[in-house]
């Protein structure tokens, strides 16, 4: 059958039209990055795309005209020139959390910005501020964190604080919050900005962060505060029943908020945390972190990442999606029950700047009645820098020995021993007042810092049970026990007892495990010559343990290890306080020097030289006043 003339003409126009409304379709899709880059340089409120399917429709915020008043000219030129530099193209380099290489020919002037932030600038500048991330999250997350009644659960003040911070980064993460974020959860964005002297922090970044579709606010400190202070002046203007700090330099992922603030409203004393993945500092690639970390400490009371033991594995059943019960946290990211965390005293603030108000915190909730958690169905990358690009008033390690000695003083009880014995020099730094906080410890009737150890935190490198603190030294040869900087696996060693230079005492001498113990000439400050004697008889300097070590020779040497929770027979020694000897309990014999390295051997006659330069060697044990005498400074039998 022969098809009539106008049914051809009407079958082409309307492929036509058809054709024209997918190209329309397309371009639209394509350039949808740029049309959104042109309604903030028009002044348009951005649109919140993905909102809270659950959420009320006045929550479904629209596109509108934004109007500002009295938007000064110079400023709208300026954030203007702002935004054209700025990239919101979502394919574009770094989506999807890819890392940026940049090209060899502009090395030089990348390590001069990189010196800006101690972050690779210019690689952040490149990628767009609301770029992709895959999901992160297991399949058992993603059903854990859908069965979640968002709408239950109570708003959230987030609060970010910065102090010239890169225009990229500070975008970036707002971006990924107002994006990833359940629209009926987010109360408000709270900057503060503590004491900025760069021009994009100022009245831009004012007018930028009006143009966004949800509440922020900004709030710029009159004089350098740090981070502690900070953070309270956010507080306290919260309207949020839950707080969540955030670093600046941060991107938030996929389901990250409903989790967080699940746990706090099913126990208000519990403190949250997110697991804190890898921002690289160079290329800004997005590395996930492990799902089996928790927080920790050592003896110079750094915060530390450690591998979550075996009895907290078995406490969650093996389920990789329930919160772990960490010791400690991070401090940047965490929610927290606004009501609870003011009912148990916010921050210290005699702390200063920043530094070791996460110890402080954490050791305060779990001794006064709350618990910390890390989320794995949580996820926050972070931009981890190798230093600072800030100065402290003073200098950094004044401020830091400053903040740790208030948490020791206040919470530590007869344990502040080894952050003194280990960083002496925290000493000398006035701590301040802390009768304010001793007596808040006291009104919470908060418990001791013994209990958290044996009930929070076992696998502590601090021992809840001790029979010394300080340094091990042999009046003889004048030399201490020291670590000699070695590394695990290397022998143990005795160095001359730094300071008074009278007597030798054990000393790590900067050594790791793996490497020989010795012992140096005694300092009499701690440091490397810090150890402590056990009650279960290991003698470890902080996470390093005194080892009997036997290699294919009958020889056994005496050697550095990381320390173990419950010590096995090559770590076990005791101390003969009678005859000052210190006895290897598997083998019978004891410590002796021989050059500068603590070492087990065949026994000598007895009355032969055993300290033969500085090296420890086990060896049969002689009379008193012998060079294998050792000194245990601080020592008391359990009979005592």
Not at 507 to 522: I, L, R, V
Request: aromatic share 8%; glycine share 6%.
């Amino acid at each position: 059958m022969k098809i009539r003339p106008d049914v051809c003409r009407a079958i082409l126009l309307t492929s036509l039209g058809w054709l024209v409304i997918d190209v329309i379709i397309l371009f639209y899709t394509l350039d949808n990055s740029a049309v959104q880059t042109r309604n903030v340089l028009r002044g348009e409120r951005l649109t919140l795309e993905k909102v809270d399917a659950a959420a009320p429709p006045s929550a479904q915020v629209e596109k509108q005209q934004h109007k500002e008043e009295h938007v000064d000219p110079e400023t709208e030129e300026a954030l203007n020139k702002l935004l054209a530099g700025t990239s919101f193209d979502t394919s574009g380099p770094g989506s999807n959390g890819e890392g940026v290489n940049i090209d060899p020919s502009k090395d030089a002037e990348m390590k001069e910005m990189f010196k800006q932030n101690q972050f690779n600038l210019m690689a952040s500048n490149i990628i767009s501020v609301n770029r992709t991330l895959p999901d992160y999250r297991s399949s058992k997350c993603k059903t854990n964190t859908d069965s979640i009644s968002v709408k239950e659960l109570p708003s959230v003040s987030i609060i970010i604080v910065f102090h010239n911070e890169a225009w990229t980064t500070l975008l970036r993460g707002l971006y990924s919050i107002i994006y990833r974020s359940p629209r009926s959860l987010l109360e408000e964005i709270i900057l503060i900005d503590d004491f900025s002297d760069r021009a994009h922090l100022k009245k831009p970044l004012d007018l930028f962060l009006q143009r966004l579709p949800v509440p922020v606010h900004i709030v710029h400190l009159p004089e350098r505060s740090g981070l502690i202070r900070a953070r309270l002046a956010g507080s306290d203007i919260a309207k949020g029943k839950v707080l969540l700090f955030l670093d600046a330099h941060i991107e938030v992922t996929e389901g990250w908020l409903p989790p967080l603030i699940a746990r706090v409203h099913e126990d208000r004393k519990r403190v949250v945390a997110p697991i804190i993945d890898v921002i690289s500092d160079d290329t800004f690639e997005y590395v996930t972190a492990s799902d089996t970390t928790w927080g920790g400490f050592n003896w110079h009371l750094n915060f530390r990442w450690y591998t979550v033991p075996e009895r907290e594995m078995s406490r969650r059943n093996y389920d990789r999606a329930s919160p772990i019960r960490t010791p400690t946290i991070a401090g940047g990211l965490f929610a927290v029950d606004k009501q609870f965390f003011y009912d148990i005293g916010t921050y210290d603030k005699g702390m200063q700047v920043w530094g070791g108000e996460n110890l402080e915190i954490s050791f305060r909730v779990w001794m006064c009645g709350g618990s910390l958690e890390i989320h794995p169905c949580s996820r926050v990358g972070h931009v981890f820098r190798k230093q600072t690009p800030y100065t402290f008033p003073g200098g950094t390690a004044k401020v830091i020995h400053h903040n740790a000695a208030r948490t020791a003083e206040v919470w530590m009880d007869e344990y502040k021993q080894f952050f003194y014995s280990m960083v002496p020099a925290a000493k000398q730094v006035d701590a301040g007042d802390v009768s304010p906080r001793l007596k808040l410890r006291e009104a919470l009737q908060c418990k001791s810092f013994r209990w958290y150890l044996e009930n929070i935190y076992p696998e502590a490198p601090v021992p809840a049970s001790f029979l010394s603190i300080g340094e091990i030294s042999n009046p003889t040869t004048k030399l201490c026990f020291d670590t000699m900087g070695k590394k695990t696996g290397e022998s143990a060693g005795a160095s001359p007892c730094h300071g008074i230079a009278t007597k030798l005492c054990f000393d790590t001498m900067g050594k790791k495990t793996g490497e020989n113990a010795g012992a140096s000439p005694c300092h009499g400050i701690g440091g490397n010559q810090a150890w402590s004697l056990t009650k279960e008889g290991q003698i470890r300097s902080d996470e390093t343990c005194i080892s009997a070590f036997r290699g294919f020779s009958t020889t056994t040497t005496l050697r550095l290890e990381k320390c173990t929770v419950t010590p096995s027979d090559k770590h076990i020694f005791s101390y003969d306080e009678e005859n000052k000897h210190i006895v290897h309990v598997q083998s019978g014999k004891c410590i002796s020097v021989k050059g500068n390295v603590l070492d087990l051997e065949e026994c000598e006659p007895p009355n032969a030289r055993i300290v033969k330069g500085n090296v420890l060697d086990l060896e049969e044990c002689e009379p008193p006043n012998s060079r294998m005498s050792w000194n245990i400074a601080n020592y008391h039998s359990l009979a005592a």
